[in-house]
């Protein structure tokens, strides 16, 4: 299969701060990879430098096996970037935002077939201004497909968005999928690395700590599955008690905790044993498998929600 995309070695630094620090991947025609990383991880950098936008300090870069020394109108014309739904213009209408954006390249799509499939039919006639944050999204992908790309860049595409206008959004990208789009994808969100993408790059200060499968991720965990649990009474003695005995411990949000263990059910006993002798106890139990969340936490000791 013809590889797309390949980066060697990518680095932009600005002053101390290594945004992009020796990043290599590869992704192949009619995949989709996820760039996932908390913020300030280096994503944007990495998307923006293969769109033309920020020049590398150092590093490759091939375009379907070609290396480019400058991404110039030639690659422009073959890929398609999602704008910062900010660029637009408040008072043009869908339809005429999707037709501006066209008339900037030298064969564009309808507005209409872009229309369908982001599903905006009914806000074809729609100020911008007047559109809710997903339906702006979605319009942004119209606008990055207008010149019939083969290679789509979503940044952070669901970043701010309900449950609700994710999973349309998210439908959308499965379409691009459907229709063999190369498609690299930023985000913070593990289920949404997890739901579209073929493959995942994990980046963390500006370098990759993981990458594959979701499977083959999860694979790098031994650990077989995540216990999570809520403490009903106030916990800084319970916590300390539990964390001698398991290492793998994690604090998460109000009083709820998770430890991934190789035995639940020797697990599950401790922590109820524990607990009760210490007057407390345990609500909403949760055994389940390790996410993308549990990698990241095991492979840099922090969360990606940090
Ligand atoms: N133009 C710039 N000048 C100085 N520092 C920058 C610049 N652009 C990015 N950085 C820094 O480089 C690092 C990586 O930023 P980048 O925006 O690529 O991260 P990100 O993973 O996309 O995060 P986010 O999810 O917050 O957008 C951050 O520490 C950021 O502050």
């Not at 690659?75 to 954006?101: A, C, H, P, R």
């Not at 579209?196 to 499977?215: F, P, Q, S």
């Not at 949760?286 to 492979?299: A, G, Q, S, Y």
Request: charged share 30%; with cysteine.
């Amino acid at each position: 299969m013809t590889v797309a995309i390949e980066i060697k070695d990518l680095k932009k630094h600005y002053g101390n701060v290594k945004a992009v620090d020796g990043v290599s991947f590869a992704v192949k025609e009619g995949e989709c990879l996820a760039i996932l990383g908390p913020n300030g991880a280096g994503k944007t950098t990495t998307i923006e430098i293969l769109e033309g936008l920020r020049k590398p300090d150092a590093g490759e870069i091939f375009y379907f096996g070609k290396r480019v020394e400058r991404v110039g109108r030639d690659i422009k014309e073959v890929i398609g970037v999602q704008l910062q739904t900010s660029s637009f213009m408040d008072y043009l209408n869908v339809k005429e935002t999707i037709e501006f954006f066209g008339g900037l390249y030298s064969k564009s799509l309808k507005p209409e077939e872009l229309i369908e499939l982001v599903e905006l039919q009914e806000k074809a006639r729609a100020r911008v201004k007047n559109l809710s944050g997903g339906q702006k999204q979605r319009l942004a992908i119209a606008v990055a497909l207008v010149n019939d790309p083969k290679i789509v860049f979503l940044d952070e595409p669901t970043t701010g968005l309900d449950p609700q206008a994710r999973r349309l959004l998210w439908d959308t990208v499965l379409k691009l999928k459907e229709k063999k789009k190369t498609i690299i994808l930023t985000t913070h969100y593990m289920e949404e690395a997890e739901y579209l993408a073929d493959r995942i790059v994990i980046i963390d200060h500006g370098k990759i700590i993981a990458e594959g499968t979701l499977e083959e991720l999860i694979k790098m965990i031994e650990e077989k599955n995540v216990i999570e649990f809520s403490l009903s009474d106030s916990h800084d003695e319970v916590f300390s008690v539990l964390a001698e005995h398991f290492t793998t411990l994690e604090k998460q949000d109000g009083n709820r905790f998770s430890l991934s263990t190789t035995d639940v059910e020797k697990s599950l006993a401790q922590i109820f044993k524990i607990v009760s002798e210490l007057e407390n106890s345990i609500e909403n139990v949760m055994i389940r498998k390790p996410n993308l969340e549990d990698v990241f936490l095991k492979l840099t000791g922090h969360s990606l929600r940090d």
